[in-house]
């Protein structure tokens, strides 16, 4: 297994991601397009692709594109071309990262929280700092295996993966433009040591790590720690309002530029350190002082928090002036523009975090490490109940460790104070507009559609999906599910789109009624197989989406004043296929209870699904489509598909 303590050893075995012959991305693209297209709107389409004229700009981008990654490969080995097209994707979005970007896991429950009573120590808090200590010290040691070049090396059927996105997961965060700017930048402190908590909206901060990447905490001591955060934040409620700072990472990007840039030229400095001082930490973790059980409910808690106001409050009571009501929901008890550790009073948490720098697979990674770690931890627990952290009291640097936790102070002002007021009514809004559902099916997993239906389950959950939307809606839409591309350097992801003949073939006869049993076995094998076939074009790097959308960001950042805009970029398959109506992934893992995301377009669907050997889970997102009607019809399909193979024509 390749060592990862050798970056550039580990770097040279990971092939670099291909830029693939421009015939076969435009062969595929005009394929993918084929079976959501009309027949003469798709022979206008392939007629413009591959006129004379698209080919010959096409092919001059291409040659550009291809020479750029000759000298990205000179200049630093381990990048790909597709890298810093990706990170201005995301980092030029000037929308609200709350439901637009930012997804969620919710984690496993903890079963020893089952132990803890209001009589405990920590009273009807107990549960929610035992569990958030646990994630804290989890996290620490997870960071300190990236820091110390411990973490053993990704691999996918003994294929080794990049490792590059874990420099990013942690102490990263999103920075809004400067003035002179028009994009957002991902900033990674590298050796930060401290974490931000939020209660209530106040932000505390205190170091967790020595010089030498060690916890400095013992569990007991950081329960103690979290315990008093909560006491003095509770006792400040009562005595002054306090200011939801993080509502401001909710607003728009050049919303939340402009008044970055007033606290930056502000000759008072404390809210500018403020923001430095969050900016460099490690992760943020949200103490959410509610009690949720509701499964739907938790995807809300997880995705976007929750949004309550309370408009009996007095206009004595008004933090925002003439304004009348206060917003309680835990939507105000976030940062969004960082990796976030949630947890609510009884003891779920889930992770929030921002997309930029890391995809999903990178932040399972560590749910696993956090997994695993509070299974040994009670397997400890009951043979020797000690804990396995230790202080660092005794480090030599100790001094200039702060565990002393101490709070954000901010200087407040009437422009700060409005700004404060408009972000929480825009992402109370923005929250408004959207609904959930979920699916936890039980009946089957992915053994039973191995064993009995004889298909990649992944494939079989995408037929599904395009069936109950056929069913809901009588047509079919662009579906989006990534491909991973980590086994190259730098490797993001590859779009696989889903709708295909074979697939619409199926689909269509499920759906009808004069379809046979053996027909729609057949129907559905075809499908799945194309779905599969797909998909591992798109993971070896031979997908169309990502290079032609680096052939469309090097015309528009570098030819569009010299060279006519390619025709394929003004056609109608361009922008069909740009948005996705449906967009999916796929994050099986026994760490998660669910996870999500929002829909990518104003009349999409957002659908996040783990599947696991003897169960499937399904979280839905939309702008009040018929988002729980989808679910029972998903539902429904798992239910039809499995009468198909149990009984006979």
Known sequence: MPDISNTEEYSSILPRLPVPPLKESLRRYVERLEPLQ????????????????????????????????????????????????????????????????????????DPTLRQLSDSDPFGEVSRLVTRSSRLVLSTLSFIKE??????????????????????????????????????????????????????KSTLYWFDVLDFEHNPVFSAQELECTLFSIIKDADTNTE????????ALTTENRSTWSNIRDYISRSPITINSRNLQIIDSALF????????????????????????????????NDSRFG????????????????????????????????????????????????????????????????????SSASGNAHSSLILKTPRKLEWQMDSYLLASLHFAET?????????????????????????????????????????????????????????????????????AVRSVSHESKRFVESFNGSGASKT???????????????????CAAGMGQDRHLYALYCIWKESFRDTMPKPLIFEDGGWNLLQTSVISTSNCGNPSLQSFGFGPVCANGFGIGYIMRDKSISIVVSSKHRQTTRLVHLIERFFHDIERVYISQD
């Open 322 to 389: 003439s304004a009348t009501g206060v917003q309680r929901g835990t939507c105000l008890n976030r940062w969004y523009d960082k990796l976030q550790l949630i947890v609510t009073r009884n003891g779920k948490a889930g992770i929030n975090f921002e997309h930029t720098g890391v995809d999903g697979h990178t932040v399972l990674r560590l749910a696993t490490h956090i997994y695993t770690d509070s299974i040994l931890q009670l397997a400890l627990s009951i043979t020797k109940p000690v804990s396995v952290y």
């Open 519 to 537: 027909l729609l076995k057949s129907y559905l094998s075809k499908a799945c197989e194309r779905h599969s076939f797909v998909t591992k074009e």
């Open 426 to 494: 825009r992402v109370s809004d923005l929250i408004s507009q959207f609904e959930f559902a979920r699916l936890d099916f039980v009946s089957y997993g992915s053994l039973k559609i191995k064993s009995v239906f004889k298909v990649s389950p992944d494939a079989f959950v995408q037929m599904g999906l395009q069936a109950a939307y056929h069913s809901l809606y009588g047509k079919f839409e662009v579906t989006y599910e990534p491909a991973m591309t980590k086994q190259f350097q730098n490797g993001r992801t590859e």
């Open 38 to 109: 009309s027949p003469q709107n798709h022979a206008k389409t392939k007629s413009t692709v591959f006129s004379e004229d698209s080919l010959r700009l096409l092919s001059e981008l291409n040659q550009e594109l291809i020479e750029y990654d000759q000298e990205l490969q000179r200049a630093d080995p381990a990048s790909s071309y597709i890298e810093q097209f990706w990170y201005d994707a995301y980092l030029q979005f000037d929308e609200s990262v709350v439901l637009n970007i930012n997804p969620f896991f919710e984690l496993q429950d």
């Open 284 to 315: 943020v973790l949200c103490l959410d002082n509610v009690v949720i059980d509701d499964p739907v409910d938790l995807v809300q808690e997880m995705l976007c928090g929750t949004s309550d106001v309370d408009l009996e409050v007095s206009h």
């Open 239 to 246: 005595q002054q309002p306090r200011f939801p700072w993080g």
């Open 146 to 199: 990236i820091r110390c070049k411990t973490l053993k090396p990704d691999t996918a059927r003994g294929t080794p993966l990049s490792m590059d996105q874990y420099e990013k997961l942690f102490g990263s965060a999103r920075i809004p433009p400067d003035a002179a700017g028009n994009s957002c930048r991902l900033q990674t402190s590298l050796h930060s040591t401290h974490i931000v908590v939020l209660y």
